[in-house]
């Protein structure tokens, strides 16, 4: 009876014995508390990464200068001054509009014997075509003339004074059948300036 009731005794010890190994018994739970100590509130490291400061990536909002390098546009090429009135004209004629100086390849718009616009230079006629010298007045014009004489020649802004002799535009290096030769420039303005009747005096 003896024996019977200590082999239960250890029966029952094994048994409890095993059931508290096969769930975590108190012999495994303290050697994990040796091998892993129970974190403190010191040592619980936080599950998310801490909050830092970064440094602004934001950069600095900076003009750029336009680049040096970049072709910049042409400027358009301005108009030529009209030249300026300068000195006196030759002529004595004060009712003269125009006056035209033969020796000195010049010419002048006037008003009451003053000077409004040039000298401008010119070119008149050659030998066996020369300009006559003289007073004379307008008597026709046509902007966009041809010669009926020199195979259809043109002859912008004509300003004719003395029979077929006109200011016109023309070479100004070449000498002419007997017209006054102008820039473009200046004949588009003897054009606008000089009117029906307008005197023209030519002094060699």
């Known amino acids: 009876m003896y024996v019977r009731k200590t082999v ?57 200068p336009p680049s040096t390098t970049s072709e910049k546009p042409k400027p358009k090429p301005e108009p030529k001054p009209e030249p300026k009135p300068t000195g006196e004209a030759p002529c004595t004629n004060i009712a003269a509009k125009a006056c035209i100086d033969l020796s000195a390849n010049k010419s002048w718009l006037l008003d009451n014997g003053k000077v409004v616009y040039g000298p401008v230079p010119i070119t008149h006629g050659r030998k066996g075509y020369r300009t006559p010298p003289g007073s004379f007045r307008v008597f026709h014009k046509n902007r966009n003339h041809k ?58």
């Open 147 to 204: 010669s009926s004489i020199f195979n259809n020649a043109p002859m912008p802004n004509s300003v004719f004074f003395n029979g077929g002799i006109a200011f016109h535009q023309g070479s100004l290096r070449q000498t002419s059948h007997g017209c006054i030769h102008l820039s473009p420039a200046a004949s588009q303005k003897y054009f606008s300036y000089l009117g029906y009747g307008d005197t023209v005096q030519v002094v060699p």
């Open 8 to 64: 239960m005794a250890m029966a029952t010890l094994t048994a409890a014995g095993l059931l508290l190994t096969a769930c975590g018994g108190t012999s495994d739970v303290q050697n994990a508390a040796q091998q892993q100590p129970i974190p403190t509130s010191s040592s619980v490291q936080p599950t998310t990464a801490p909050t830092t400061t970064q440094p602004s990536t934001t950069q600095p909002t900076t003009t750029t």
